[in-house]
Nanobody, 126 residues
């Protein structure tokens, strides 16, 4: 599956951004989806994940209460709504897909994902 992330940009602290990831090439609804981020000099880290049907989500502690992951299987897209952004949210954000054998599976580890988008840069100024 091919993934194309978009929606990054420069925003002031406290602002909002909505990232989108468009998928193509495979049956999107068979894949759990995730968002990860990588700040300069740091390892890639988990942000949020959603099950293939959208019924289950899971967030990193840093994202809870501020970010919302959602998907539209009719449009083959997954989104990440980010509110109350902080300077420490500055990173390149990646969407990722993993084939899910169950509708309730979600995945939080980088190594569990088979497909990755190219990343979109989010910069939060203080």
């Amino acid at each position: 599956v091919q993934l194309q992330a978009s929606g990054g940009g420069l925003v002031q602290a406290g602002g909002s951004l909505r990232l989108s990831c468009a998928a193509s090439g495979r049956t999107f609804s068979s894949y759990a989806m995730g968002w990860f981020r990588q700040a300069p000099g740091k390892e890639r880290e988990f942000v949020a994940t959603i099950s293939r049907g959208g019924g289950r989500t899971y967030y990193a502690d840093s994202a809870k209460g501020r970010f919302t992951i959602s998907r539209d299987n009719a449009k083959d897209t997954v989104s990440l709504q980010m509110n109350s952004l902080k300077p420490e949210d500055t990173a390149v954000y990646y969407c990722a897909a993993n084939y899910a054998y169950s509708g309730t599976y979600v995945y939080t580890a980088v190594g569990e994902y088979d497909y990755w988008g190219q990343g979109t840069l989010v910069t939060v100024s203080s």
